[in-house]
């Protein structure tokens, strides 16, 4: 006789199953009436991306990120010391951080790679390497005083992106969306054309613990030629647009029956949005991305009609066309820049790259009414040393580096901050990475001790809890 017995197992139940099964459903209930709400009552449930009032007046709608990757060398571009200039090969006369990327290959004392001039009416430094971008000058608001945390790349290029340089944070683009949605309902709130990957993987575009529908959308990566950086297979040609319909809405019913039973689940909803996204961008993606359209004269100011101009000029193109049409957030991005060796011959090359496609995007957006309320934002996740590395480049510089901005209620023809005297070191009117965050967040109308987003426990928020805005170059 067998004298084992079997009983059912009993699991006990967690939140969502309780409110299911409580009080005779009562709980789901309520969840079921408040899905059936006016969108209003659900908009962040329905629709993340639904635009949203800022904290405050916005002096800027949206933000177009030109990111150049690898690190930038402010001696050469915008930040003009003469003591390189006269100590040229001479040991540097002054300390050396104690952190370093490589400093067993500190070397002499490195000139500007090209002379620098004072131009337009503000008299702003730039180096001969950038006569298109010199011709815009007084449109600019350089600071010379960035500094951040990280003397590698990829902890540099997250700190940059995201606010922090070691863990999976949202990005900056992803935080922006979150606080004020994006004005176009039929393409994606934030953009990132010929991402690169190798430094910083795709944390630098990642929503983290944000909901999922603020992550940047990728249209191809670092080898990707900007002329093939598209939304892939957009349009859907073997199907009428009125079964397409009827499909999503297929979708979305079951998709909040789901949502109906288990409670709430960001990873569901974005899904359910992205299908909505995707069906909405067949309308509007694609002719965004036709540049054949544009004039003769339109394409030859952004360098389309050249090899060495036309990858960033292509992008910078994309950018303005997808900022008139209300994405709150796109990202160009170019590399080339970490230059430890052969900068001589090499830094000249990727200047050319960038001069002509950049002051283009400027001189366009001007033209278009739409700098005024469009911020423009360039530069890298660091700078370069005052020294040689070897015996043609320069090393990494987080202590002490250029960045600058464009329009969007920034002072025209400023230059803010300073280094010491051989460009080593921030020291007058610094401004962090986080700074630099909460200050791209106040143009956009949007206070950054505001702006947090619950997780593990407390509020987070893209300058944790640092951050000073810099008023000193707002107009």
């Known amino acids: 006789m067998n004298d084992s017995y079997s009983f059912p197992v009993q699991h006990p139940l967690n939140r969502r199953e309780a409110l299911r099964r409580i009080g005779g459903g009562f709980g789901s209930l309520a969840l079921a009436g408040l899905l059936a709400e006016p969108p209003s009552a659900v908009a962040s449930a329905e629709n993340p991306l639904a635009p949203k009032p800022p904290h405050f007046s916005a002096r800027a709608m949206r933000v177009i990120f030109l990111f150049m990757e690898g690190g930038p ?43 620098f001039k004072q131009r337009g009416e503000s008299g702003i430094w730039i180096s001969d390497l950038f006569p298109k971008l010199a011709q815009v000058a007084d449109e600019l608001c350089v600071i010379n005083s960035m500094h951040c945390s990280n003397t590698q790349h990829g902890a540099a290029v997250l700190e940059l992106h995201t606010g922090h340089g070691l863990l999976i944070r949202p990005s900056m683009g992803s935080w922006i969306t979150y606080g004020l949605g994006t004005e176009n309902q039929n393409l994606p709130g934030y953009i990132t054309i010929c991402q690169p990957l190798s430094l910083a993987g795709t944390g630098v575009y990642s929503s983290a613990f944000l909901p999922a529908a603020h992550q940047g959308t990728p249209l191809g990566y670092r080898n990707t030629p900007s002329s093939e950086a598209k939304f892939r297979f957009i349009q859907n040609k073997s199907a009428r647009v009125d079964l397409q319909r009827a499909e999503m809405d297929f979708v979305r019913e079951s998709g909040e029956a789901q949502l109906v039973r288990t409670g709430p689940d960001s990873e569901l909803e974005a899904r359910i949005r992205s299908f909505e996204l995707a069906f909405q961008m067949q309308m509007e993606a694609p002719e965004v991305q036709d540049v054949s359209k544009e004039s003769a004269a339109t394409k030859k100011l952004y360098g389309l009609d050249q090899e060495e101009t036309k990858n960033l000029g292509y992008q910078c193109l994309l950018a303005r066309r997808f900022a008139e049409r209300g994405v709150r957030f796109v990202q160009c991005n170019l590399g080339g820049w970490d230059l430890h060796n052969k900068i001589s011959s090499e830094m000249p090359k990727v200047a050319r790259q960038a001069d002509q496609p950049i002051a283009a995007l400027i001189e366009d957006l001007k033209s278009r009414g739409l700098l005024q309320d469009t911020l423009i934002l360039w530069g890298g996740e660091f700078g370069r040393t005052p020294v040689t590395e070897g015996p043609d480049g320069r090393d990494h510089n987080p202590y002490g580096y250029t ?20 460009g080593y070191y921030a020291i007058e009117n610094k401004v962090h990475v986080h700074d630099l965050h909460a200050t791209v967040l106040h143009v956009l109308g949007l206070d950054h001790t505001k702006l947090t987003y619950p997780y593990a426990g407390r509020n987070f928020r893209l300058t944790d809890v640092h951050g000073e805005v810099v008023k000193g170059i707002l107009s």
């Open 403 to 422: 960045m600058w901005m464009a329009g969007g209620g920034t002072k025209k023809g400023t230059t803010y901050g300073r280094t010491d005297d051989y």
């Open 73 to 115: 060398s402010h001696h050469d571009t915008f930040d003009y010391k003469p003591l390189l200039v006269r100590d040229q090969g001479k040991p540097l006369p002054m300390e050396t951080p104690r952190v370093n990327s490589n400093p067993d290959r500190f070397g002499k004392v490195l000139g500007p790679l090209s002379q």
